[in-house]
């Protein structure tokens, strides 16, 4: 065999051993992978970490109420609750009690992997259930290294960055070793650049599962504090007295606005008059409009809790609204995807502790319309609407006062008879029947004088501006003839 041969078959030998490798890993842990639906919408992965225990990404399962757990071979489970939960590691452990055949629990690694070892990925990436995916230990990150290089995240623990693809749906599925171990739970990926996929490793795992151990069992809405926000209208975060605060606010946001926006305004349309804005964009004391589908989390007598753009909200009823009906004829249960679009004053982060004693928070809202009447704010849009006007005239005027000007300016001459003794600053206004009439500068009276009385330069010089003078000649007499009356 020669030595390209040799080679060749060496390498076909690796190739086909590593991947009955991944077959081999693939059936040891594909009992253990589960698909976690939530009744807010949201789906992802998650794996069986003890007899009665599944890990997750806190994300998959936040803000939600409950949580419904697939199997391999279609068999599914409802979560029981919440035992252990950390927003800033996103790692979550909750109860699932069922069949202990379905409860294979796999095995969490002791230590960190070193790079450049091999792993693969497992989950249910856009809904395509119990994948696999196959990569290397790209290196392990400190949270401080990921906050620093991806500007605006704000993770904690040791994490393991992967080649192995993580798309939308495997948040929350085992990163493991070719032995079967948990070395982390995949959770999320970079866009910017290639490959750059990240998951909360094994130490971390262990430590959850550690906490959760000795746990209280609670429901995930106990758990994500739907119940404990703030009832009492003083809580709400907003200024005592918002009305002038808000009619500034507003008053500054029409003042922006295109015409055709203004005319939208003007007809009752003050909301589709605004860009609607991000959530996240969102900073206090704003007016803003919001706009999208969101999730009703709550409903209160006189407020509303929700989450739009993954921010959570709580406004308070627009004056239409009255939460007990709305609570009679919709029920307690949140409401996804409804369509969102207002005008909100924005208030105060409010802070509550959920019974997992986290720390959580919520933007407080405030409909405009529930500040400020309806004859109000259609006040402010005509107020701008007659401050357009009056600049406009004013603009429009000052146009005209300059183009007189202008006109005054090039038919304006020192004249001088044919016999060189006789001059007169003038404007020349009317040219009739062999006589130009002329408006004196200094004391505004009108004169007529035959053309051939003028020298021979002035002569010329009307001759070349005649078409100027017929033209604009009436309205530059009126105009000073105007200012002498004015004077006198």
Same mark, same amino acid.
């Given at each position: 065999?020669?030595?390209?041969?040799?080679?060749?078959?060496?390498?076909?030998?690796?190739?086909?051993?590593?991947?009955?490798?991944?077959?081999?890993?693939?059936? #040891?842990?594909?009992?253990?992978?589960?698909?976690?639906?939530?009744?807010?919408?949201?789906?992802?992965?998650?794996?069986?970490?003890?007899?009665?225990?599944?890990?997750?990404?806190?994300?998959?399962?936040?803000?939600?109420?409950?949580?419904?757990?697939?199997?391999?071979?279609?068999?599914?489970?409802?979560?029981?609750?919440?035992?252990?939960?950390?927003?800033?590691?996103?790692?979550?452990? @909750?109860?699932?009690?069922?069949?202990?055949?379905?409860?294979?629990?796999? #095995? &969490?690694?002791?230590?960190?992997?070193?790079?450049?070892?091999?792993?693969?990925?497992?989950?249910?990436?856009?809904?395509?259930?119990?994948?696999?995916?196959?990569?290397?230990?790209?290196?392990?990150?400190?949270?401080?290294?990921?906050?620093?290089?991806?500007?605006?995240?704000?993770?904690?623990?040791?994490?393991?960055?992967?080649?192995?693809?993580?798309?939308?749906?495997?948040?929350?599925?085992?990163?493991?070793?070719?032995?079967?171990?948990?070395?982390?739970?995949?959770?999320?990926?970079?866009?910017?650049?290639?490959?750059?996929?990240?998951?909360?490793?094994?130490?971390? &795992?262990?430590?959850?599962?550690?906490?959760? #151990?000795?746990?209280?069992?609670?429901?995930?809405?106990?758990?994500?504090?739907?119940?404990?926000?703030?009832?009492?209208?003083?809580?709400?975060?907003?200024?005592?007295?918002?009305?002038?605060?808000?009619?500034?606010?507003?008053?500054?946001?029409?003042?922006?606005?295109?015409?055709?926006?203004?005319?939208?305004?003007?007809?009752?349309?003050?909301?589709?008059?605004?860009?609607?804005?991000?959530?996240?964009?969102?900073?206090?004391?704003?007016?803003?409009?919001?706009?999208?589908?969101?999730?009703? &989390?709550?409903?209160?007598?006189?407020?509303?809790?929700?989450? @739009?753009?993954?921010? #959570?909200?709580?406004?308070?009823?627009?004056?239409?609204?009255?939460?007990?009906?709305?609570?009679?004829?919709?029920?307690? =249960?949140? @409401?996804?995807?409804?369509?969102?679009?207002?005008?909100?004053?924005?208030?105060?982060?409010?802070?509550?502790?959920?019974?997992?004693?986290?720390?959580?928070?919520?933007?407080?809202?405030?409909?405009?319309?529930?500040?400020?009447?309806?004859?109000? &704010?259609? =006040?402010?849009?005509?107020?701008?609407?007659?401050?357009?006007?009056?600049?406009?005239?004013?603009?429009?005027?000052?146009?005209?006062?300059?183009?007189?000007?202008?006109?005054?300016?090039?038919?304006?001459?020192?004249?001088?008879?044919?016999?060189?003794?006789?001059?007169?600053?003038?404007?020349?206004?009317?040219?009739?029947?062999?006589?130009?009439?002329?408006?004196?500068?200094?004391?505004?009276?009108?004169?007529?004088?035959?053309?051939?009385?003028?020298?021979?330069?002035?002569?010329?010089?009307?001759?070349?501006?005649?078409?100027?003078?017929?033209?604009?000649?009436?309205?530059?007499? =009126?105009?000073?003839?105007? @200012?002498?009356?004015?004077?006198?």
């Amino acid at each position: 065999m020669s030595l390209l041969s040799a080679l060749a078959f060496s390498l076909f030998a690796a190739t086909a051993s590593a991947g009955q490798g991944l077959v081999d890993l693939s059936e #040891k842990v594909g009992p253990s992978i589960t698909h976690l639906t939530t009744d807010t919408g949201a789906s992802g992965s998650g794996f069986v970490a003890g007899p009665d225990v599944v890990v997750t990404n806190y994300h998959v399962v936040d803000g939600c109420r409950e949580v419904t757990v697939k199997f391999q071979g279609d068999v599914f489970a409802k979560a029981a609750g919440v035992l252990h939960l950390d927003a800033a590691k996103d790692v979550a452990v @909750i109860r699932v009690s069922t069949r202990p055949e379905l409860m294979v629990p796999l #095995k &969490i690694r002791g230590a960190l992997p070193k790079q450049g070892e091999d792993v693969a990925a497992f989950g249910n990436p856009q809904g395509l259930e119990f994948s696999v995916t196959r990569g290397i230990v790209s290196g392990l990150r400190t949270s401080e290294s990921l906050n620093e290089i991806f500007r605006g995240t704000k993770q904690q623990g040791t994490w393991i960055q992967t080649d192995a693809a993580i798309s939308p749906g495997n948040s929350g599925g085992p990163l493991v070793d070719f032995n079967g171990e948990v070395v982390g739970i995949n959770t999320f990926y970079h866009a910017v650049g290639q490959n750059l996929n990240f998951a909360l490793s094994c130490v971390e &795992i262990l430590d959850a599962l550690k906490t959760a #151990k000795t746990a209280t069992l609670v429901s995930f809405s106990e758990a994500f504090g739907e119940g404990r926000t703030p009832e009492s209208p003083s809580q709400t975060g907003l200024p005592e007295d918002l009305r002038n605060t808000v009619r500034a606010q507003l008053s500054s946001l029409i003042g922006g606005l295109s015409h055709p926006q203004i005319r939208s305004a003007q007809t009752g349309n003050i909301v589709g008059a605004f860009q609607p804005v991000k959530a996240t964009a969102m900073l206090e004391g704003q007016v803003v409009r919001l706009a999208g589908k969101a999730n009703v &989390i709550q409903i209160f007598e006189d407020s509303m809790f929700f989450q @739009i753009d993954g921010v #959570k909200c709580r406004s308070l009823l627009p004056p239409a609204l009255d939460g007990a009906v709305l609570r009679a004829k919709l029920g307690d =249960d949140v @409401i996804l995807n409804v369509p969102l679009d207002y005008l909100f004053y924005v208030g105060n982060a409010q802070g509550y502790t959920t019974v997992m004693d986290k720390r959580s928070y919520y933007i407080v809202l405030a409909p405009v319309d529930r500040i400020l009447d309806k004859d109000e &704010i259609g =006040d402010l849009v005509a107020q701008e609407l007659k401050r357009r006007e009056v600049k406009w005239a004013e603009e429009s005027q000052r146009a005209s006062e300059r183009a007189m000007a202008q006109h005054v300016k090039s038919l304006r001459r020192t004249f001088q008879d044919n016999t060189g003794r006789f001059t007169i600053d003038a404007v020349a206004v009317h040219i009739s029947q062999g006589q130009v009439e002329l408006i004196r500068m200094d004391d505004r009276t009108t004169i007529k004088v035959p053309v051939t009385r003028l020298s021979d330069a002035d002569q010329k010089w009307i001759e070349g501006q005649e078409s100027r003078i017929n033209v604009f000649g009436d309205r530059v007499r =009126d105009h000073l003839l105007a @200012i002498r009356s004015d004077e006198q």
